[in-house]
């Protein structure tokens, strides 16, 4: 059993930036490739990053520039970094073991306009 804890979210405005954390359980956490998503109220889930085992990084055209995905194998965590926020933005923020049914309980992302 894998247990994902993300954290980092919150409330801030336009413009600013926000760094969001997984930590994972596990010791073979450098074989897997690792995943943000997010949900906003009544849209479906959707990826927003992904970093592989290999590192080779993978983001939605609307975080493109803005956003970065990075990972710390001895620390078993993945990072996103998200800069220029914008109100749509805002949603409930999932880490994921990809390809797998692991994922964290979410933390929520809040830009105010």
């Known amino acids: 059993q894998v247990q994902l804890v993300e954290s980092g979210g919150g409330l801030v405005q336009a413009g600013g930036s926000l760094r969001l954390s997984c930590i994972a359980s596990?010791?073979?956490?450098?074989?897997?490739?690792w995943g943000w998503y997010r949900q906003a109220p009544g849209k479906t889930r959707e990826l927003v990053a992904s970093?592989?085992?290999?590192?080779?990084?993978n983001y939605a055209d609307s975080v493109k520039g803005r956003f970065t995905i990075s990972r710390d194998n001895d620390k078993n965590t993945v990072w996103l970094q998200m800069n220029s926020l914008k109100p749509e933005d805002t949603a409930v923020y999932y880490c994921?073991?990809?390809?797998?049914?692991?994922w964290g309980q979410g933390t929520q992302v809040t830009v105010s306009s």
């Open positions: 970093i592989s085992s290999r590192r080779s990084t």
């Open positions: 596990g010791n073979i956490f450098s074989l897997f490739g």
């Open positions: 994921r073991r990809e390809g797998s049914h692991y």
